[in-house]
């Protein structure tokens, strides 16, 4: 119990302005407080409130969502937890992820009970593509939630391109760790087994991260590739927090990247045999 009271306690800002820094000692609801990017932490739990009860139906409802391992994160550090996971669709796996570290901000564990929304975790971030997250109203009001924006430099608009890497996202990410919690899809698309990119091993050697696993599954059968449309319902969706690792200063750019590749079940050769046979035609 007073573990979780706790999450409820706001942690006190770095404003040059003394009073709005004493302030934050007593500002709950985050009314008088930015993130780094200079988005108030009232606009996003109202974000958060507001997208949560329709999504919380889509996926705890009309889905079967099981959850594993939240004990692993009731004790993290409030910054500085770098999430890695598979990824399924554009938005239903990241708001899952929401949904989850509310729960786990209340004290609920596994279980999902969505009065977490009237006081969901505001330092949270997550990494999505710019093209992504501009392409309609939807996915800019998501975007509000947390987005650090990422211009990929091998793909754009579901076409191989080449062009220079956008440094400014390392920047941003270091930004979003010394706040909160980010999430990264490491391997950059929805395609399963595809190869998982260095710029994940780049930011953990930049910022030596606590690093969580995830593994999810059940979300491409579930929904459409944006995660917004149902394709089957009554469809068991999982997902499981793995022990937090640590990576050591000394280990190499490719060692890194062989790892989170494993960590997130994404070198399977018989889980890829197991995907191929069951993929859809066409």
């Known amino acids: 119990m007073i573990k979780t009271l706790k999450n409820f306690i706001p942690i006190a800002n770095n404003s ?55 004990e692993y994160l009731k004790d993290l550090p409030n910054t500085n937890v770098f999430f890695i996971s598979n990824h399924q669709t554009y938005f239903a796996d990241v708001i899952t992820f929401y949904h989850i570290f509310c729960s786990v901000k209340w004290g609920f564990g596994n279980r999902l009970i969505p009065v977490y929304l009237f ?8 990494i999505a593509a710019k093209e992504t997250m501009k392409s309609g109203l939807i996915p800019k009001i998501f975007s509000l939630a947390g987005a650090i924006l990422v211009e990929r430099s091998w793909r754009a608009e579901g076409e191989n391109v080449k062009r220079d890497v956008d440094n400014s996202a390392g920047i941003n990410v270091a ?24 710029g994940t091993a780049h930011i953990i050697m930049a910022n030596n991260p606590i690093v969580v696993p995830v593994v999810i599954n059940g979300f491409r059968r579930a929904f459409n590739k944006t995660g917004l449309s149902y394709k089957k319902r009554n469809t068991e969706l999982s997902v499981k927090f793995k022990e937090p ?38």
């Not at 050591?248 to 079940?265: A, F, G, H, W, Y």
Request: hydrophobic share 40%.
């Open 119 to 126: 006081s969901p975790r505001a330092r949270t971030f997550y």
């Open 175 to 198: 930004k979003g760790l010394k706040f909160g919690w980010v999430i990264s899809f490491p391997q950059g698309t929805t395609s399963p087994y595809a190869p998982v990119r260095k």
């Open 245 to 282: 690792i640590y990576f050591r200063p000394d280990q190499s750019l490719e060692e890194i990247t062989e790892i989170v590749k494993n960590i997130i079940e994404q070198n399977m050769p018989e889980r890829i045999a197991e995907w191929k046979s069951n993929a859809p035609e066409g």
């Open 16 to 70: 040059p302005n003394v009073f709005l820094r004493t302030l934050s000692k007593f500002d709950i609801l985050g009314i008088f407080e930015k993130d780094p990017f200079g988005n108030w932490l009232i606009l996003k739990r109202l974000v958060v409130f507001v997208a949560g009860w329709p999504t919380f139906w889509r996926i705890a409802v009309a889905n079967k969502l099981k959850v594993e391992g939240t």
